[in-house]
Structures are given as structure tokens and as C-alpha cells.
């Protein structure tokens, strides 16, 4: 009877174990299913949390101001967010998995995952709150 069991539930953890897609829908909604989304709405993102030093760097076509592209998901980029707030550093957010803006914008900035920051032509990989205090400053001084 245990062997029974045993062989029942092995049974039904194999489908279990197949995976969970989530993907956005046109409209910007989140489904999480477990066989892949339609080719037509899917997109392939696979990103993850920046960790280590930030990449700062020279970019072109950057929206002005501080910009923030993010995922709800991630760690660092809340963090981020809330230094903004208590430091009073006006910024744009932009979610990579919820807007079509925000993923085109991520990968013309060459985001390989989040966050990514954009002070006026800066940009950063990742975050650190005193280089990005250092890139604030210098953009504010250059106004």
C-alpha cells in the first residue's frame, strides 16, 4: 500500500514539475501559465537583478532627467526607488516587462537586466547610491 502511494504521487509530480511561463498580453496584463504563451504575444525576457558594482557609461538617446527602468520583481530597483524618494530625485519609471515603451527603451540602452538608470546621458547597470549621487550632481551642475 505505501508503494502504492509512493508511485501515485511521483505520478503527479512529474506534470507539476513542467514549468510556469509568465508573459505579458498586449493590453499589459501578467498571465502565468503552465504550457508557453501564444508566439504572437510572447516575449523573451530573461533578466535578472543586477548584483556587484554598477556600470556606469556614456549613452545616447536617453530620456532627460533620471529615468529608472524596472521590474516589480526586483530587489535593487525598489531600493533604488526609495532612495529617490528620500533624497527627493525626481525620476520616470518605466517597467521593461509591463511596457512596450520601457522594454524598447531597455534594450536600445543595452540593459542586460535591471535596474537601468539614465541621468541625462549617463547611464547605469545596476545601483549605487553614492556614483549615482556623483552622476545627479554633475548633470544638475551642467544645466
Not at 25 to 31: K, L, M, T, V
Not at 44 to 52: A, D, I, P, R, V
Not at 97 to 126: C, D, F, N, S
Amino acid at each position: 500500500m505505501k508503494t502504492c502511494l509512493i508511485l501515485l504521487a511521483m505520478l503527479f509530480a512529474v506534470p507539476a514539475a513542467a514549468g510556469v511561463y509568465k508573459w505579458t498580453d498586449a493590453q499589459g496584463r501578467i498571465h502565468y501559465t503552465d504550457s508557453p504563451p501564444p508566439a504572437a504575444r510572447a516575449t523573451q525576457m530573461k533578466l535578472q537583478t543586477h548584483t556587484g558594482p554598477a556600470e556606469v557609461s556614456r549613452t545616447t538617446g536617453a530620456d532627460s532627467g533620471v529615468t529608472i527602468y524596472t521590474t516589480e520583481w526586483c530587489g535593487v530597483c525598489t531600493r533604488a526607488k526609495a532612495f529617490f524618494r528620500k533624497n527627493g530625485v525626481p525620476f520616470t519609471e518605466w517597467d521593461v516587462e509591463k511596457t512596450e515603451y520601457g522594454a524598447i527603451k531597455h534594450r536600445q540602452l543595452g540593459g542586460r537586466g535591471v535596474p537601468v538608470i539614465t541621468v541625462g546621458a549617463e547611464k547605469m547597470m545596476g545601483f549605487e547610491s553614492g556614483r549615482f549621487m556623483e552622476m545627479w550632481k554633475a548633470a544638475q551642475h551642467a544645466k
